[in-house]
Structures are given as structure tokens and as C-alpha cells.
């Protein structure tokens, strides 16, 4: 047996103890009776602490959504944000598909929630994100993938001990960014589990604008960047051939940053402008914030039918006082609740492990994927995402089960779908941002609701 399938091995029997210990708290004590500011609504709210490492005091924080109407009949789904270290309650809760979004002192209602069509459980994940910490702060300076991946499936594994009535419930991973890398590697991790003692019934994951083959997904943004004019042709030609991008990122994070790539990339940063939101290029940007900005893979602001500077409200919102007591949270060693992590050190590296096989392997086990793309993203672009599923559909020997064809929400073309094997699937969100639900949330949660419900996206109006 090789290292890699012993310690597999060995993660998922510790797992499978930990999965018959239960969670001291009640559900109950975790039910949110009213967050500052908010309207009237009728569904329930739940957040709180799961602890997924006793010996080390390690506790993630979520919060959860039931869905606005017959809760107990329909999926649960667990939402993630990428970063590495960025919050998915900040992020994914509070400025993208959750039930609220934050405006001044009060909260308003997002009219295309995905919790119309799911149960939304949001996690803040790893420890040193958002209000999830780590007693023993050891653990900030040495996080990676695996360490990620196995934390995420203990809260499962104690999520379900608080809220058993979901435990037998269809499951969906979902979310978008560096979650290219924590779905598939959590998914895979309850396949194995499930081989053992099977607990989880998942259904499905989806992946949005997901980093899944770092040398792929991080070299498509020069063609991205010349063919939205944001460098000029001799750039591009540099860009290409000199130093890619894939280049740049492992010198820099291996300190061994040569001086031509210094040079291209000064170069493409000067051409494209601190003052353009490279996750939705054609946005204009929040100015409060634009000097700030600080996320490797997460954006910033989205476009002209919302509010630019939400994260700048978000951030305000949750490091209210009142808030985090609704909320059950507390800033363990830290003075305020940011977007993205000040205190973890993510092993960076990790981003040249390709995820993508690991998609293949859960479509092999029957796992249908999801791949979107918000198609105004020059940070993952959706070319590099079109071109990973296309390869891992012909290795797979999947046939086009739908042909790429535009797809529509309302009147109007949502973007555009090619589906394989009718389990691995490819769409573009027209007009959406590297935050697909956030800038396009009408299409975004038209394409969930498809996802769900497992058809094609529609092709007629």
C-alpha cells in the first residue's frame, strides 16, 4: 500500500470513530431569534460552533439556513468560498446567495436566495477564517488541503449529530473559487467514508469559476486579459511566452522570483489597472475599497444592479456586537472580523495540486459535477474551465449528452451549457462576476435550481 492510500486510509478510521460522538449543544441553543435589522421571515435560522479537534480546541462556525418554504422536503446544500482563508458567510451568506444582504444599519431580503430551493449551510472553513479559530495557534501557520478537507468532514459528522433530521437528507457541496480545491477533495473523502459505513447521501457537486488545474486555469488569463483589452499586443506576446502566470505565482510563493517575471508581471498589473475589479472586469469598482484589496482568489465588488461596496457594509455588519451575539460568534484572538483571514498561513503551493482528476473520480462513483462560470472573470476565466471539462469528459469516455447551446433565465440567454454523460456538466453565467450569485443572482439561481433538480438547463424562454 502506497503512503498516500495508508494515511487516506488511516484519516477516514479516525473519522469513522469521531462520527459516533455527538455534539454536547442543542440545536436549539444555536437557533438565531433575530438578526439585527432584519425583515420578517418564516423560515428558521441556525449558527454556532462545531469543535472538530478537542486536543487542539478547533472550531469551525457556521450558519444555516432552512429553506423559505417546505424545509423538511427539500436538499441540504453546504456552501464554501475559496480564498484560501475567505468567509462563506461573509461572502457566500451575506453578499452572494444568502437571504440577506446588508444595507446601512438594517438588513434587506435577496430576492433570488438559493434558499427558495435548498437548505443553505454556510461554513467558515479552516479554523482562522471569519469567526472559526483555533485555540492552539499553531495550527494558522500549517493548513493545507488535506488538513482542510479533513476538518470539513468531522463538522459534517457532528452538523448531523446536532441536526439529525437531516442526516438522511440529498446532499450537495457547493461553492465557487479555491472551493475547486476543498469540494472535491471533501467529496472525495465521503465517498471513502461512506465505503466504510455509509452516512451521507450526496447527490451532487458544483463549482464555480474553480480552480482545478493551476497551470490551466492560471495561463488562460493572458489570452483573457488581450482579448478584453486590458494589455496591449506586445504584453500579451511577453505574457505568453516569457513568463506565464503559473510561472509567476510558483516562484513568488517558492521565493524565487526571477527578474523577467517581475518585470512581465509589473507590466500587466501597470496595463490593467488597480482601478479595473479583475473579478468582473467590466465593473466599475468601490473606491473605499480599491486600495485595499488584499484576496488571492476571492473578488471584491460586482456590478451596476447592486450595491459595489457590499463587503464594505458586510464588514461593518458583522463586527457589530449585536450582530455576533445574534449570531453566537466571538473573535477568538482577534480584534475584528475580516473578509479574508489575517492570521492563516495556507500552504500556498497547494495550488499546483490539480483537482480535476479528483472530479473525475467522483463522477466515476456516480457523482454528477457541475462546473459554471461567470464569464466576465479574468481571474479564473471561463476558458480554462471550458477547456478542463472538455478533456476530463473525453478521458472518461463520456459522449455530448447536450450539445453547447446558449440556455435561458426569463427572456433573456443566461449564458451557455454543454453537458457530457448527462453527469458532468459545463455553463457560463451571462454577464457574472468570479461571485456569479452576487452579480447575476437571477441566473445564478435559475442555473442551482436545474443543478438540483438534475435536468438540462432550459433552452427555449
Known amino acids: 500500500m502506497s503512503s498516500i492510500m495508508w494515511r487516506e486510509t488511516m484519516i477516514v478510521a479516525v473519522l469513522l470513530h469521531l462520527s459516533h460522538a455527538t455534539d454536547a449543544s442543542f440545536p436549539m441553543g444555536d437557533k438565531i431569534a433575530g438578526l439585527p435589522g432584519q425583515p420578517n421571515v418564516s423560515f428558521q435560522q441556525f449558527s454556532g460552533y462545531i469543535t472538530v479537534d478537542e486536543r487542539r480546541q478547533r472550531s469551525l462556525f457556521y450558519y444555516f439556513a432552512e429553506a423559505e418554504m417546505d424545509s423538511y422536503s427539500k436538499p441540504l446544500v453546504l456552501w464554501l468560498n475559496g480564498g484560501p482563508g475567505c468567509s462563506s458567510v461573509g461572502v457566500g451568506a451575506f453578499s452572494e446567495n444568502g437571504p440577506f444582504r446588508p444595507s446601512g444599519r438594517v438588513l434587506v431580503r435577496n430576492e433570488y436566495s438559493w434558499n427558495k430551493e435548498a437548505n443553505m449551510l454556510y461554513l ?7 469567526f472559526s479559530y483555533s485555540v492552539d495557534t499553531s495550527f494558522y501557520e500549517s493548513v493545507d488541503d488535506r488538513k482542510t478537507a479533513s476538518d470539513n468532514l468531522v463538522f459534517l459528522l457532528r452538523w448531523f449529530s446536532k441536526f439529525p433530521e437531516y442526516k438522511d437528507r440529498d446532499l450537495y457541496i457547493a461553492g465557487e473559487s479555491y472551493a475547486g480545491h476543498y469540494i472535491p477533495q471533501l467529496a472525495d473523502l465521503i465517498v471513502k467514508f461512506n465505503q466504510k459505513e455509509r452516512t451521507f447521501n450526496l447527490k451532487g457537486v458544483a ?18 486579459f488581450w482579448s478584453h483589452g486590458l494589455i496591449s499586443d506586445s504584453t500579451y506576446n511577453i505574457f505568453t511566452t516569457a513568463c506565464n502566470y503559473s510561472r509567476y505565482v510558483s516562484e513568488y510563493y517558492r521565493g524565487t522570483l526571477s527578474a523577467i517575471c517581475s518585470r512581465v508581471m509589473s507590466q500587466v498589473t501597470r496595463e490593467t489597472s488597480r482601478f479595473v475589479d479583475k473579478y468582473d472586469v467590466t465593473l466599475d469598482v468601490c473606491i473605499s475599497s480599491v486600495l485595499s484589496q488584499s484576496k488571492l482568489l476571492s473578488p471584491q465588488q460586482v456590478r451596476e444592479a447592486v450595491d459595489v461596496c457590499v463587503e464594505d457594509e458586510t464588514v461593518t455588519y458583522l463586527n457589530r456586537k449585536d450582530v455576533q451575539e445574534a449570531l453566537h460568534a466571538r473573535l477568538h484572538g482577534l480584534r475584528t472580523w475580516t473578509v479574508c483571514s489575517s492570521v492563516l498561513e495556507y500552504d500556498l503551493l497547494n495550488l499546483e495540486i490539480p483537482t480535476i482528476n479528483t472530479v473525475g473520480y467522483l463522477i466515476k462513483s456516480g457523482i454528477p459535477a457541475l462546473v459554471y462560470s461567470g464569464d466576465q472573470d479574468s481571474v479564473i476565466p471561463l476558458t480554462g474551465s471550458r477547456t478542463l471539462v472538455h478533456k476530463l469528459a473525453h478521458e472518461l469516455g463520456l459522449n455530448t449528452t447536450v450539445p453547447y447551446r446558449v440556455w435561458f433565465e426569463g427572456q433573456q440567454v443566461g449564458g451557455w451549457t454543454q453537458v457530457y454523460g448527462n453527469i458532468l456538466s459545463f455553463a457560463t453565467i451571462r454577464g457574472a462576476s468570479h461571485e456569479a450569485p452576487f452579480s447575476q443572482p437571477e441566473r445564478s439561481l435559475g442555473l442551482f435550481r436545474a443543478f438540483l433538480q438534475g435536468r438540462p438547463l432550459p433552452e427555449t424562454f
Not at 467558515?124 to 471569519?130: H, I, R, S, W
Not at 463549482?207 to 483573457?224: C, H, I, K, Q, W
Open 124 to 130: 467558515e472553513t479552516p479554523a482562522g477564517v471569519g
Open 207 to 224: 463549482l464555480g469559476n474553480p480552480v482545478l488545474e493551476f497551470a490551466t486555469d492560471f495561463n488562460s488569463r493572458a489570452e483573457y
